[in-house]
């Protein structure tokens, strides 16, 4: 017996809840949502159409997450760990915060936000390390439903002001600086650049964490550690939670599309808990007591929903870890593997590949007997990538889940389970029950049958699907509704196996996916057009061995002769400025002018096979402004 009503344990029970769920998709999802405390029934499961789009889930429900995450488990496991905390630092004390613990800090914390004067429907910028702090500052926000906007801590003073701006956010939550290795970022300096910019900002809650020197401006900025003990001296200890709708919004996350400017994604409260909680149960087949591990950071959708929100509210062990895998040295997965006893760890391909090339000195000695089951996400894994895992980590007994998703879908939309529906390497394999894919030709239509390939979409909503783009519902119908009519569009491209097995084989659109972190070309293209000496540039992905794919940027450089060393530093440097030191280019060949049709088109396909080192075979040129410049750009590849 499990102890999830809906956790599916054998291939018979999967092949059965997925024909009930597209058969009878709205009572499918009512009996999962029974399991969940709501303050109030829903009055309609669903209602939905692609062409607004608009899609409703639990239509006239109220509930609070948080207390579904917390307040649901103190009874039976009050004094369970919640969240362990692996420090930067293997030196500094680790933390263990329980389920009784957090409770009472996200309620402490969301008090503090209560007397620094936001309220229910306000945006607030989240900007802060992988600390237990920033797990209870979003948890504090959705207690009161204040709409929170996390930004990964790699982003620039520009990028999270952009964020700030879209979303206009009355506060941000930020530290004095956080640890990353052997490295310290001054979180609060980059937030003081940014806020230049940011007028709506009234307030700035500062935690302490590397106690670097920092500003701190008068009535504006406040420390976590005053505003917690003024709480405390008002001596109460309890915050109600806010009733919340369950299509009120829960969080905006930011993500890279192939336009410039980055869309806020909009996921709201009802649909998005079911489901987080539900793939959660479902693809790690978490059991009671287990202690799971996800690599990834709060500050991108996979920390959201499998660090914070999806395991919590399954009443889960979460364990967050503040550094990186290769500090102090690439053994350290493996350390906290050992020194935990993780049974289910979740991480990236490109994080695999790295630690692959450090060699297998770094796992000898660890013990990795708790070891039960092993995931991925992010980008496509590649074989050699998935048997390392398995030989070396799962010690070929642990069921490797092949997990493929987005920002948009908040979880898990297919994948397999783990030990119930079979694995196979570099294959997300098959559709959680709810999720209806499909795959279809250049003009949208159904490609039937198996052993084919297409561009993914879905053709009906699950619950945690994409709302709204913030403040701006067009774009989200153009860019997910509108390339094919009713459905929603992935912007993958996949493959279908002879027994209905999907493979995604990476993105067909102007985005980039690096280090399983997502980045428009145009994006990046506009960053570098920012340094004075570019005239323009053009910026395609290339196969590279760790990161999946690397950053290739062609740039047209203006006046003569200058030290292409020099120039290409200076371009890095700038794009690191505006957007993040995650989107520096990889590579910058500068060039006399780029492939144009006589349109003005860039033609993309040519520099990206050159890139690809694919340098016969560029297709028809002929269309072309001026034919030549592919020989130079072919003749200066680096
Ligand atoms: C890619 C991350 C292949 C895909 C959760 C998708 C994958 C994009 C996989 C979303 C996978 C994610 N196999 N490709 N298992 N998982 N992707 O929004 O291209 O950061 O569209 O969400 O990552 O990236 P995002």
Redesign the pocket.
Known sequence: MSNYPYQIRSREQYDAAYKRSVEDPEGFWAEVADSFQWHRRWDKVLEWNFTEPKVRWFGGAKLNITENCLDRHLAERGDQPAIIWEPNNPEEDFRVLSYKELHFKVCQFANVLKNNGVKKGDRVCIYMPMVPELAIAVLACARLGIIHSVVFGGFSAQSIADRIQDAQCNLVITSDGGFRGNKEIPLKSVIDDALVQCPSVKKVIVLTRTRVAVSMIKGRDVWWEDEVRKVETQGNPVCPAETMDAEDMLFILY?SGSTGKPKGVVHTCGGYMVFTAYSFVNVFQYQPGDVYFCTADIG???GHSYIVYGPLAAGATTLMFEGIPTWPDAGRFWDIVDKFKVNILYTAPTAIRSLMGFGLDFVKNKDLGSLKVLG??????NEEAWHWYDENIGKGRCPIV???????TAGILISNMAGITPGKPAH?TLPLPGVQPILVDEKGEELQGNSISGNLCIKFPWPSIIRTTYGDHERCRQTYFATYPNLYF???GALRDEVGNYR?T??VDDVL?VS???IGTAEVENAINMHTGVVESAVVGYPHEIKGQGIYAYVVFSGGSHDNDLASKDIVQTVARIIGPIAKPDKIQFVKGLPKTRSGKIMRRILRKIAEGELQNLGDTSTLLDPAVVDEIRNGRL
């Open positions: 993500t991108w959708i996979t991925t996400v992010g980008e496509p894994i092949d997990t493929w998703w987005q920002t948009e997300a992935t912007g993958d995604i990476g993105r996916n399983g972190h997502r």
